[in-house]
Nanobody, 127 residues
């Protein structure tokens, strides 16, 4: 059974930092894509950052970020721990949202029913 479990959310002031973690278990693809999404109240879910993981994918070129977080957020993956991270610096009130990690086959769509999702962790940034 595939499980994704996020942690690390919380409340910070503008300019603060948080590090989200997502432990992945039961996922056996040799290569796959993992990502962080977020959803604020009344808004659609949006992709924040994604990364290719697995044999051969170690270059920074495999990481993608939405424009609003470039230069502030960093996605990374520890293969030994099978854990996905999102380091968030210089946080802004508009970063307030529920953050979800997700994993899918390398070239599948995120809307594919075989995409796996965590339960989410809340990030709140106050001004």
């Amino acid at each position: 059974r595939v499980q994704l479990e996020e942690s690390g959310g919380g409340s910070v002031q503008t300019g603060g930092s948080l590090r989200l973690s997502c432990v992945v278990s039961g996922y056996t693809y040799d290569k796959d894509c993992r990502a962080w999404f977020r959803q604020a109240p009344g808004k659609e879910r949006e992709g924040v950052a994604s990364i290719f993981v697995g044999r051969g994918y170690t270059s920074a070129a495999t990481k993608l970020y939405t424009d609003s977080v470039k230069g502030r957020f960093t996605i990374s993956h520890d293969s030994a721990k099978n854990t996905l991270y999102l380091q968030m610096n210089s946080l802004k009130p508009e970063d307030t949202a529920m953050y979800y990690c997700a994993a899918k086959a390398l070239f599948a769509s995120w809307s594919n029913p075989d995409t796996y999702w965590g339960q989410g962790t809340q990030v709140t940034v106050s001004s």
